[in-house]
C-alpha cells in the first residue's frame, strides 16, 4: 500500500540521523583542536591548514567512486565502512600527539578520514534523496543534512571542552569510541534496500542510464554545484580554520572555556543554527515550493563575514557567526533538493558525488588559503574578502530563479 511503503521510506531516514550525526561528531573534533595544537608543536600554518583540508581533497577523488557505489549497491555498507575508517582513522591523532613526527601522523590520520566521511556523507545523502516521498522530499532531506550538520557542533564542544579541561589526546579518544559505537548502530539500523519503498509503484517508468559524462555537461545542474563551493570555501573552509585563531588574537571569551572551548562553542553556534534553519526551511519548501527564494536570503545573510571581520566583542562575533549559520541553512536544503530535480532517475548518488568533489575543493582551499591569509594580512582583511564570494553566488541564484520559474510554467501547461 502506498501509505505503507511511506512510513517505511520515513523510518529509513530516519535510521539514517544516528550515523550522521556520529559521522559529523568526529570532524568537528580536529577544528578547534588542531590550529592552536599544531603550532605548539612547531607545525607552520601552511602545513595545519593542509592537514584540515586533506581529508576533502581525498574526497574529490573518491566521492564520484562513491556516488557510483550508492547508485548500484545502496548506502548500507558505505555508512557502516565509513564510520568504521573514521573511527580508525581518529586514533591516528592521538598517536600523532605523543610522536616525533606529529605532522606526519596527523596527515596519515586524515587521508583516510576523506575516504570514511566520503562513504558517510554521499550515502546519507543520496538514500535522503531515494526515500524521501514526493510531497515530503524537504523535510526528509532537512533531517539528513540536519544530522550531518548537527553533528559537527556537537563535535566542536567536545573537541573545545575536553581539550581544554582534559587534554587534545581524550578528545580524540573520545571522538574515536563514539565513532565506532555509530558503525555498530548503522550495522543494526541503516537501511537494506537500494530503493525507496514506493519505487515499486514507478516500476513501468523509463530509467535512461546516465553516464558521469552525460551529468558534466554544461547545464542547470553546475549552479547548485558551484554555489557548494563558494559556501565550503568561505564558511566551512575559511571561517572555520581561522576562528581559533581569531579567538586567541582578539581574546575573546566566555567564562572560564579558554581559547579552544570559547572557539568550539562559537563554531557550534554556526553550524548548529545552520542546521536547524535548515530544518525550517525543509518543512517551508515543502508546502510552497520556492527553492530558490531561500537561496537568496541566505546569501545575503552571508554578509555576516563582514560582521565577523570587525567583532572585538564576543556578542558581535556570535550575531556574526548566526548570520553566517542562518545563511547556510537557507542555502544547503535547497541546494539538495534542486539537484534531487535535476539529476536523471538513477544518478543522484553521482549527482550528490559532484555536489560533494565541488564542496571539497572550496573546504580544501580555505583553511591553506585562511590561515595563511590570516597570519600574513590579519582577520579584518581576510574575513572582509569573504564578502566577494557574494558576487559569484548571486549570478548562480539567478540563474536557478529562471529555471525554476520555466519548470512552473511547463507544469501550468
Same mark, same amino acid.
Given at each position: 500500500?502506498?501509505?505503507?511503503?511511506?512510513?517505511?521510506?520515513?523510518?529509513?531516514?530516519?535510521?539514517?540521523?544516528?550515523?550522521?550525526?556520529?559521522?559529523?561528531?568526529?570532524?568537528?573534533?580536529?577544528?578547534?583542536?588542531?590550529?592552536?595544537?599544531?603550532?605548539?608543536?612547531?607545525?607552520?600554518?601552511?602545513?595545519?591548514?593542509?592537514?584540515?583540508?586533506?581529508?576533502?581533497?581525498?574526497?574529490?577523488?573518491?566521492?564520484?567512486?562513491?556516488?557510483?557505489?550508492?547508485?548500484?549497491?545502496?548506502?548500507?555498507?558505505?555508512?557502516? =565502512?565509513? @564510520?568504521?575508517?573514521? +573511527?580508525?582513522?581518529? #586514533?591516528?591523532?592521538? *598517536?600523532? &600527539?605523543? $610522536?616525533?613526527?606529529? !605532522? %606526519?601522523?596527523?596527515?596519515?590520520?586524515?587521508?583516510?578520514?576523506?575516504?570514511?566521511?566520503?562513504?558517510?556523507?554521499?550515502?546519507?545523502?543520496?538514500?535522503?534523496?531515494?526515500?524521501?516521498?514526493?510531497?515530503?522530499?524537504?523535510?526528509?532531506?532537512?533531517?539528513?543534512?540536519?544530522? =550531518?550538520? @548537527?553533528?559537527?557542533? +556537537?563535535?566542536?564542544? #567536545?573537541?573545545?571542552? *575536553?581539550? &581544554?579541561? $582534559?587534554?587534545?589526546? !581524550? %578528545?580524540?579518544?573520545?571522538?574515536?569510541?563514539?565513532?565506532?559505537?555509530?558503525?555498530?548502530?548503522?550495522?543494526?539500523?541503516?537501511?537494506?534496500?537500494?530503493?525507496?519503498?514506493?519505487?515499486?509503484?514507478?516500476?513501468?517508468?523509463?530509467?535512461?542510464?546516465?553516464?558521469?559524462?552525460? =551529468?558534466?555537461?554544461?547545464?542547470?545542474?553546475?549552479?547548485?554545484?558551484?554555489?557548494?563551493?563558494?559556501?565550503?570555501?568561505?564558511?566551512?573552509?575559511?571561517?572555520?580554520?581561522?576562528?581559533?585563531?581569531?579567538?586567541?588574537?582578539?581574546?575573546?571569551?566566555?567564562?572560564?572555556?579558554?581559547?579552544?572551548?570559547?572557539?568550539?562553542?562559537?563554531?557550534?553556534?554556526?553550524?548548529?543554527?545552520?542546521?536547524?534553519?535548515?530544518?525550517?526551511?525543509?518543512?517551508?519548501?515543502?508546502?510552497?515550493?520556492?527553492?530558490?527564494?531561500?537561496?537568496?536570503?541566505?546569501?545575503?545573510?552571508?554578509?555576516?563575514?563582514?560582521?565577523?571581520?570587525?567583532?572585538?566583542?564576543?556578542?558581535?562575533?556570535?550575531?556574526?557567526?548566526?548570520?553566517?549559520?542562518?545563511?547556510?541553512?537557507?542555502?544547503?536544503?535547497?541546494?539538495?533538493?534542486?539537484?534531487?530535480?535535476?539529476?536523471?532517475?538513477?544518478?543522484?548518488?553521482?549527482?550528490?558525488?559532484?555536489?560533494?568533489?565541488?564542496?571539497?575543493?572550496?573546504?580544501?582551499?580555505?583553511?591553506?588559503?585562511?590561515?595563511?591569509?590570516?597570519?600574513?594580512?590579519?582577520?579584518?582583511?581576510?574575513?572582509?574578502?569573504?564578502?566577494?564570494?557574494?558576487?559569484?553566488?548571486?549570478?548562480?541564484?539567478?540563474?536557478?530563479?529562471?529555471?525554476?520559474?520555466?519548470?512552473?510554467?511547463?507544469?501550468?501547461?
Amino acid at each position: 500500500m502506498p501509505g505503507e511503503g511511506a512510513d517505511t521510506d520515513n523510518r529509513n531516514i530516519l535510521a539514517l540521523a544516528a550515523p550522521a550525526f556520529i559521522g559529523g561528531l568526529g570532524g568537528g573534533v580536529v577544528f578547534p583542536i588542531l590550529p592552536l595544537l599544531g603550532l605548539q608543536l612547531g607545525i607552520p600554518a601552511a602545513l595545519i591548514g593542509l592537514i584540515l583540508s586533506i581529508n576533502r581533497i581525498v574526497r574529490l577523488t573518491v566521492n564520484p567512486l562513491t556516488g557510483w557505489v550508492v547508485d548500484r549497491f545502496g548506502a548500507r555498507w558505505p555508512l557502516i =565502512l565509513g @564510520l568504521l575508517i573514521e +573511527a580508525v582513522s581518529t #586514533l591516528c591523532f592521538h *598517536v600523532g &600527539a605523543h $610522536a616525533a613526527y606529529a !605532522a %606526519a601522523w596527523f596527515l596519515f590520520g586524515r587521508v583516510p578520514w576523506g575516504v570514511g566521511s566520503s562513504l558517510l556523507m554521499i550515502g546519507a545523502l543520496s538514500v535522503a534523496l531515494m526515500f524521501a516521498s514526493e510531497t515530503g522530499a524537504g523535510l526528509a532531506t532537512a533531517k539528513v543534512r540536519m544530522s =550531518l550538520s @548537527l553533528g559537527m557542533p +556537537a563535535g566542536l564542544v #567536545l573537541g573545545g571542552l *575536553v581539550a &581544554a579541561q $582534559a587534554s587534545p589526546d !581524550a %578528545a580524540f579518544l573520545a571522538a574515536a569510541a563514539i565513532t565506532f559505537v555509530g558503525a555498530l548502530y548503522a550495522w543494526r539500523f541503516a537501511p537494506r534496500g537500494t530503493r525507496p519503498a514506493h519505487a515499486a509503484l514507478r516500476e513501468h517508468e523509463p530509467k535512461p542510464a546516465v553516464g558521469l559524462r552525460e =551529468l558534466l555537461r554544461p547545464g542547470p545542474l553546475w549552479s547548485p554545484w558551484l554555489f557548494n563551493f563558494f559556501t565550503f570555501f568561505g564558511a566551512q573552509g575559511v571561517v572555520l580554520s581561522v576562528l581559533t585563531l581569531l579567538v586567541r588574537d582578539r581574546h575573546l571569551s566566555f567564562a572560564g572555556w579558554g581559547v579552544e572551548g570559547t572557539a568550539g562553542a562559537l563554531m557550534a553556534m554556526m553550524i548548529g543554527g545552520s542546521a536547524l534553519i535548515a530544518w525550517q526551511v525543509g518543512r517551508r519548501i515543502d508546502s510552497s515550493r520556492r527553492k530558490t527564494a531561500s537561496l537568496a536570503v541566505g546569501v545575503l545573510l552571508l554578509a555576516g563575514f563582514a560582521l565577523l571581520a570587525v567583532s572585538w566583542q564576543i556578542a558581535v562575533a556570535v550575531a556574526a557567526l548566526a548570520l553566517i549559520g542562518a545563511g547556510l541553512g537557507g542555502i544547503n536544503t535547497p541546494l539538495l533538493l534542486i539537484i534531487g530535480e535535476l539529476a536523471p532517475a538513477g544518478s543522484h548518488g553521482r549527482a550528490i558525488g559532484i555536489y560533494q568533489v565541488l564542496g571539497d575543493l572550496g573546504g580544501s582551499l580555505g583553511p591553506i588559503i585562511g590561515l595563511e591569509a590570516l597570519l600574513r594580512y590579519g582577520g579584518v582583511a581576510t574575513l572582509l574578502s569573504l564578502t566577494a564570494l557574494l558576487g559569484f553566488m548571486l549570478p548562480l541564484v539567478v540563474v536557478l530563479w529562471r529555471w525554476e520559474m520555466r519548470r512552473w510554467k511547463e507544469n501550468a501547461d
